[in-house]
């Protein structure tokens, strides 16, 4: 039976083969990284930077179809189903020279607007564009309405010298000259 105490090289040597399998494991981990899978097509630059103008319309994310990169790794699950195909739609689109007007028209008539990742710049979506700004000025004139009138409730009287004093009963005035000489009294 072997002793159950290593001499100082086996355990090195143990500690240098762990590390090399380690090492091992976690290059072949990263091999999928840095290869594209067998079969894949590669989407042009030019269509993804298209493709940063739509929306991804998978439904369960809120990314561009450009820069979806869904869980899982790029273009797996939903997204699989609509912004890889829409890229590969813009990709043949471009190759058969239509302008990135055309190929956002195209997109729109197929899809509707509601595939733009932001609302045109145009007719009833301007509003989209005005509301933030409209509803910054209103909120400033409230925040200025309300202090105004917190700071005009909190201003104390003064009397001024031009309007007339508010007069006491004669009898009020002696009962408070008789209560203050008494209590001075002393």
């Not at 159950?4 to 143990?14: D, G, K, N, Q």
């Not at 979806?68 to 699950?77: I, L, R, T």
């Not at 055309?102 to 932001?118: F, I, N």
Request: net charge positive; charged share 20%; aromatic share 6%.
């Amino acid at each position: 039976m072997r002793s159950l105490h290593r001499s100082p090289c086996e355990r090195a040597m143990i500690k240098a083969l762990l590390r090399i399998a380690v090492a091992v494991l976690l290059g072949f981990a990263t091999l999928p990284l840095l290869f594209p899978p067998v079969g894949a097509q590669k989407i042009s630059d030019r269509s993804k930077q298209i493709g940063m103008k739509l929306k991804c319309m998978c439904g369960s994310c809120s990314m561009t179809a450009g820069g979806c990169s869904h869980p899982g790794g790029e273009f797996s699950g939903p997204c699989q189903a609509w912004a890889l195909p829409a890229l590969q739609q813009i990709d043949t689109l471009l190759a058969q020279g239509k302008t990135e007007q055309q190929v956002m028209d195209s997109l729109v008539a197929q899809y509707g607007p509601t595939v733009y990742a932001e609302p045109p710049k145009s007719g009833f979506s301007m509003v989209a564009w005005m509301m933030p700004t409209f509803y910054l000025v209103v909120g400033a004139v409230v925040v200025i309405f309300v202090i105004s009138r917190w700071v005009k409730k909190n201003e104390p009287e003064t009397v001024s010298s031009s309007a007339p004093a508010k007069s006491l009963p004669p009898e009020l005035l002696e009962r408070a000259r008789k209560l203050a000489a008494r209590e001075t009294e002393d």
